[in-house]
C-alpha cells in the first residue's frame, strides 16, 4: 500500500507546477539586470531530451500562430547517486485560443503499458526505467495526446520558491494545527515550508481529500498572484536563482518568450481534471485502474482541447 509520506509529495506538485508556468507566461522582461538574470536562470533550467517530434504531431508547434499545446509536469524526488523517482505527474493542456488550460494529475499507481520497457507498471515507474523521455512516451501512449514540452520539478526545493516571492497569503477556512504549527481560519501568510504543511494537510480536517484540494486552490490561486506580479518586485534575482537550482525544462529562452507574448491570456481560466479509477491488488502490489471507458472520456477532452482530430 501507498505511504502517508509518498502520497504527500505527489500534492505539492500542483502547486509547483502552475507556479512555474505562470511565472514564465505572466512575467514581462524588463530592463538589461532583469533580462541578464532571467537568461542565466533559463540557461541553467535548460536541459534538452533525445527525443524526435512525437508521432502524434505532424509538425512542431509554431507559437507565433498560437497553436494550442501539452506540458508534461514531473514532480522528482532527486536522491543521490541515482535519477531519482517522478512521485507526481500533471499534464497541462494549454489553448489560447479558449484562453484557458486543463490540468490533468495521473494517480502514480496507474497501472498502463510503459512505453519502450515492455512492461505494464505504475506509470511514475517510467521515469526510474528511461527518464524524461520514457515518462513522455508513456503519457502520450497512456492519454493519446502528443506532450511537446516537459518541467521537471525538485519537490522539497520548491519552497525555496515560494520564499523567493515573499510568501503567500491565503484565506483558510478552518482553524486546524498539524506538526505544532498553528493555521487559524481568516487570511493568513505562509512561508514555503508552511505552504506546504497548509496544502499537505489532510486528517485534521473531515471533508478530507475535498479539504486538502481547496486548500492546494488558495496555494495555487495565491502563486499565480505572486508571479503575475512579479514585474513589481525587486528580489528578482533570488526568484531566478530558485527557478535555475530548482527547474528542469526543454523549453528555450526565446520559447518562453513566444509564450509569454501569445498565450497569457489562457492563464485567466484553470480547470482542474480529474482520473477516476479503482485500487486493486495484483500480487500483492497496489495499483490504479482506470476503466477503459473513462480513459477515453479523458483523451476526447484533452484532444479536443489542444484541437486534435
Known sequence: MRSESKKKKRTWLRVAGIVILFMLICTGVYGYSVYKSLTNAVDTMHQPIERDLSEKRIEEITFEKKE?????????????????????????????????????????????????????????????????????????????????????????????????????????????????????????????????????????????????????????????NKGASLSSLTNYQKIFSALGKNIKTNLIFNEMVDIQKNYRHAAKTVEQLSIDGDGKLIKDIYYFIVPDEEKQRVQDELRGHLELQ
Open 68 to 224: 494550442p499545446f501539452s506540458v508534461l509536469m514531473l514532480g522528482v524526488d532527486e536522491r543521490k547517486g541515482d535519477r531519482g523517482r517522478s512521485d507526481t505527474m500533471i499534464v497541462l493542456t494549454v489553448n489560447p485560443n479558449q484562453n484557458s488550460i486543463k490540468m490533468l494529475s495521473i494517480p502514480r499507481d496507474t497501472r498502463t503499458e510503459i512505453v519502450g520497457h515492455g512492461t505494464e507498471d505504475k506509470i511514475n515507474h517510467a521515469y526510474a526505467f528511461g527518464g524524461i523521455e520514457m515518462s513522455m512516451a508513456t503519457v502520450e501512449d497512456f492519454l493519446n495526446i502528443p506532450i511537446d514540452y516537459y518541467l521537471q520539478i525538485n519537490m522539497e526545493g520548491f519552497k525555496d520558491i515560494v520564499d523567493s516571492v515573499g510568501g503567500v497569503t491565503v484565506n483558510n477556512d478552518l482553524d486546524f494545527t498539524v506538526d505544532g504549527k498553528h493555521f487559524p481560519k481568516g487570511k493568513i501568510t505562509l512561508n514555503g515550508k508552511e505552504a506546504l504543511m497548509f496544502s499537505r494537510m489532510r486528517y485534521e480536517d473531515a471533508r478530507g481529500d475535498f479539504g486538502r484540494q481547496l486548500r492546494q486552490r488558495e496555494v495555487i490561486q495565491a502563486v499565480i
